[in-house]
């Protein structure tokens, strides 16, 4: 032990190894997807192919329209700008009151620089993400220390969120969620230093951080909610002077100020919106001081105070409720207040876990040490050592986490948060474990005796290992087969498949820039900015009817369908196109064509048919089977449904048309003449296999009023699987025709 004193006078420096190393690693694994692409030589043909998932490519868009416009023309993008009508047909898009600004703002003014460097603004786009994920090892670094006073904890917590695979900060996924992924730990770091040092620089700073990272990400709110609860609290726990108000006054004027001028927030938002939770602490705390000053014993002021705070919050979830308040977006659903529009609880990531155990599978241990020690230490720290920065941390993980159990799409920033009582746990342990003197340990934070000292350095190596593991069987290895979205054509695979970059290609060179290409809602953005072409759903939930009414057509017949598009979206009559796809297996041994629902066909079970008032729910659970069937995911190895598609009122809705049709010309066409098409389907009385010779055939149908121009074939390699893309255009003329004789 005594060698290891040596080490002391290097204690900081081989911690800023550390957190170096963490960042070095962090990053490098973020930018897998983009190494994997450009291995595959993706990223040489298709350089579009950097960006992850889809939205990245509407914030591509909206940068560099303010590149070329400037700044100040992100005022502009409403929907009498023609320029935005390349979304949501024929109406166009109010960017202004749709979107956030401060992601597009940083990315364009920063690549005015990089410009003169000849850096492309895809590739600088693509980095961002990255850079975003360095800026939040490095903030729960700070924030960890600052609570805890502990080096080890912030290089712990700095460790853990590295290696943790956290996916809204991976190379390309260049979304306001991830920008704001990187503000907010800085945020937590400099609120806490100025509560904890009184330090109004601090706050200064941390209500600039706070103001830009809420015109970056709305989720911020939930942080900017905890940092008022807090401070609302304080007069519980401390003695609350003028100075704390004038913090907190301190840290609000940023975020009014950078609010204010944006529509999608405004003045409104901080007299009829959350932004009055801001504003309560002001007047709660000179209650609070008005309160002692009147009543002297201390007890009965907190008494008085706290049942005030009780009545407060009932009021508030009473006006909440009764819309006096107005929460926008997600929020009350991810407080557990209000159910989700049925179109957004087709999103998967706007669904509740299914159980506790995909959070585990994510998370690891990070799960219960990081909850358990944020609420011990809390109470312990934040409630009876009267330590502000411990309550803080207590309820953010608490809130964050409640936001996961009520929807998915909080797993980063819940792995941000815990990562930081997490680290602090194991910091805390690594110190305790130490005899006194060791790395500069005081008698009086080490533990007493050897036992104690060995328990908690056993129980240190077991935490440790166990997330070590975690991050060697789960977290590293799904960095290292991830590719951008699109380069794997939108699949769940770990192989390259460019069929969607094709037809994007295709589409962009083959068809008039008046066309309008019509798809399900998700593909809008690739659509639009890679296809450069007009979409009547882009990519956003914001036009729920327009979906409803697009769900409807899919699902309709070829006249119905023709007739929405042309009469309700205003499509051009003859430049009107339809796109679907998905992948089909193709048995060679027995001349069958399985289809797989890894796309559309999934997506128009668990979404399409709901949306276009097909009672799928009811379906499944009375057993009836009507419109769907159980069925076996060949490519996910799970069990699901598939449509019933030798029925008639089955194959005649133009979705599944299309497929049936499109598979069928290519397969016939170009790999089998013989081959039929049948779905996989699961034995509903013994749970296994229906055998292929007892397989209904989808029957060949044949387009009347959609025709296809172009169906794209890319075999996933080394598999039986082939990926379609059909697009079909519509024939106004036999349309016309088909009217007249209906």
Known sequence: MRRL????????????ALLLLAIAAGCYLRLMPLI????????????????????????????????????????????????THIFWHPWGRDFTRSELPGLAFFAATTY??????????????????????????????????????????GVAAALILAFLFVDRTIAGFTVKYAFGLGLIPIFAWLHVRTWK???????????????????????????????????????????????????????????????????????????????????????????SIALRKAIRKTRNTHIIYLLTLIAIVGIGLMAIEFGYIRIVGKGLAALGLKEVHPLIRTVAE?????????????LGIVTFIGVASAILFGLFYGLIKRKSEYLFMMILSIATLWGLVNMSYFFSLTAIVLSVPAGIALGFMFVKSLPPTIFGVPKWRAARGWFTRYVLAILLMMLALLQIAHALMIDIPAYKVTYPTIAVSGLPISIPNTAWLKALEWIRENTSKEAVIVSWWDYGYWLSVIGERRTVADGSTINSSQITLLAK???????????????????????TYVLTYDV???????????PCPEADIGKSVAAIMKLAGIDVEGDIANGTYRYVYPAYDFVKGVYTYQPRWELAEIYNKLLYKMMINGTYTYFLNNVDPKAVMKPPRIDIYTGRFIPPEMLPEVPKVRMKIFKPVRIVAEPIQNTMYTVLVFIYKLDYNAYREAMKTS
């Not at 089909?584 to 399985?594: K, L, P, Q, S, V």
Request: net charge negative.
């Open 36 to 83: 994997n692409a450009m291995e595959a030589g993706i990223i040489e043909k298709y350089p579009e192919a950097k960006l992850y998932e889809l939205d990245p490519f509407e914030t591509y868009w909206i940068t560099k329209y303010l590149i070329n416009n400037g700044l100040g023309s992100w005022w502009d993008l409403t929907n009498e700008n023609l320029v």
């Open 5 to 16: 004193s040596l080490l002391l006078p290097y204690s900081r420096y081989i911690a800023l």
């Open 112 to 153: 005015k620089i990089l410009e003169i460097f000849n850096v492309d603004l895809m590739t600088w786009m693509c980095i961002i993400p990255v850079l975003s994920a360095a800026l939040s090892i490095i903030g729960v670094f700070l924030l960890s220390r600052e609570i805890s006073n502990s080096m080890a904890a």
């Open 197 to 287: 040092r009184m330090s109004i620089a601090s706050a200064i700073i941390a209500g600039i951080l706070l103001g830009y990272s809420l015109i970056s990400w709305a989720g911020t709110a939930v942080v900017a909610l905890v940092a008022a609860s807090t401070v609302l609290l304080m007069p519980l726990i401390n003695r609350i002077d003028f100075k704390h108000i004038l913090l907190w006054i301190l840290e609000l004027i940023p975020v009014v100020i950078m609010l204010a001028p944006m529509p999608t927030y405004g003045i409104r938002f901080f007299y009829g919106g959350a932004g009055i939770a801001l504003l309560a602490p002001i007047m709660l705390l000179l209650y």
């Open 350 to 362: 706007y669904q509740k876990p299914t159980s506790i155990n995909i959070v585990w599978g994510a």
């Open 584 to 594: 089909f297996m193709y048995d060679i041994t027995r001349g069958i064509i399985y």
């Open 553 to 575: 057509a899919l699902m309709s017949s070829e006249e119905e369908a023709a007739k929405i598009f042309t009469e309700n979206f205003r499509t051009p009559p003859n430049n």
